[in-house]
Nanobody
Framework: QVQLVESGGGLVQPGGSLRLSCAASGSISSIWKMGWYRQAPGKQRELLATMTNGGSTNYADSVRGRFTISRDNAKKTTYLQMNSLQPEDTAVYYC??????????WGQGTQVTVSS
């Protein structure tokens, strides 16, 4: 089993920045890719960014150039640096661990609200 715990959400003004963290514990060696998703009220969960164990990254068009995914293997933590935040970025943000056939793991989510 893998446990993922997000932190770092909150209220930020338009144009501001936040850094989300996702701390992993448990059988993390089974995970080959980490990702960040978000879900706004009334909308489907949206994939934002992924990073493989090899360091390859991929971004959704909606966040490319504004958001950056990174990881600290020693701390077993994946980050999402979010810059130039806008009200439409308001959502619950989730981290995801892909362990292929061994399982898919989700954190509990952290709220990000962009408002003046």
């Amino acid at each position: 089993q893998v446990q993922l715990v997000e932190s770092g959400g909150g209220l930020v003004q338009p144009g501001g920045s936040l850094r989300l963290s996702c701390a992993a514990s448990g059988s993390i060696s089974s995970i080959w890719k980490m990702g960040w998703y978000r879900q706004a009220p009334g909308k489907q969960r949206e994939l934002l960014a992924t990073m493989t164990n090899g360091g390859s990254t991929n971004y959704a068009d909606s966040v490319r150039g504004r958001f950056t995914i990174s990881r600290d293997n020693a701390k077993k933590t994946t980050y999402l640096q979010m810059n130039s935040l806008q009200p439409e970025d308001t959502a619950v943000y989730y981290c995801h661990g892909d362990a292929s056939y061994r399982g898919q793991y989700w954190g509990q989510g952290t709220q990000v609200t962009v408002s003046s």
